[in-house]
């Protein structure tokens, strides 16, 4: 593992909490129904949260040398979070939004493994803590669809 090789696992990351900002504004603009009290604060919690991160893994992948990507394209031609289709009801949004942020926290731990093969413990450590939040995401989300 190199140290590009690295980086260019943060940059996908990094196009993962962009293209998942959009969605959870899109959820907390357009989410309605019994739920929309709690959904629309939640969403947007989560889209706050989202600008930190996005600002903390681009900010680190400079700190290591690297570029951090910056345009739409780059961002949702890297992603493996898929854009909100906008037909989504309430406990589809939910539900959508628990399979992304498990498939950030699988693929984080993916980006520790790396960071641990270039010995740069501050990127383990970051994305370690940012799994950990998102596990527990994972599992609100879980609870509130009753799963």
Same mark, same amino acid.
């Not at 690295?6 to 909490?17: A, D, F, T, V």
């Not at 959870?24 to 600008?51: D, I, Q, R």
């Given at each position: ?35 929309? %009290?709690? *959904? ?9 949260? #989202? +600008?930190?991160?996005? $600002? /903390?893994? !681009? ?41 992304? %942020?498990? *498939? ?9 493994? #790396? +960071?641990?093969?270039? $010995? /740069?413990? !501050? ?25």
């Amino acid at each position: 593992m190199s140290n590009q090789q690295l980086i260019n696992k943060m940059n996908h990351q990094l196009s993962n909490w962009n293209v998942l900002n959009t969605k959870l504004h899109h959820y907390h603009w357009y989410v309605s129904g019994p739920s929309f %009290f709690t *959904l629309h604060e939640k969403f947007e919690g989560f889209y706050n949260e #989202a +600008a930190t991160n996005i $600002d /903390d893994i !681009a900010e680190r992948i400079l700190t290591i040398g690297g570029k951090p990507v910056a345009t739409l394209k780059e961002y949702l031609d890297d992603s493996s979070i898929k854009e909100a289709s906008g037909n989504e009801d309430a406990n589809e949004m939910v539900a959508e939004l628990s399979k992304d %942020f498990a *498939l950030i926290s699988e693929e984080s731990y993916v980006l520790v493994q #790396a +960071a641990g093969e270039v $010995d /740069d413990e !501050a990127t383990a450590d970051m994305f370690i803590a940012l799994k950990s939040s998102i596990e527990q995401h994972v599992w609100m989300l879980n609870a509130f669809l009753g799963k």
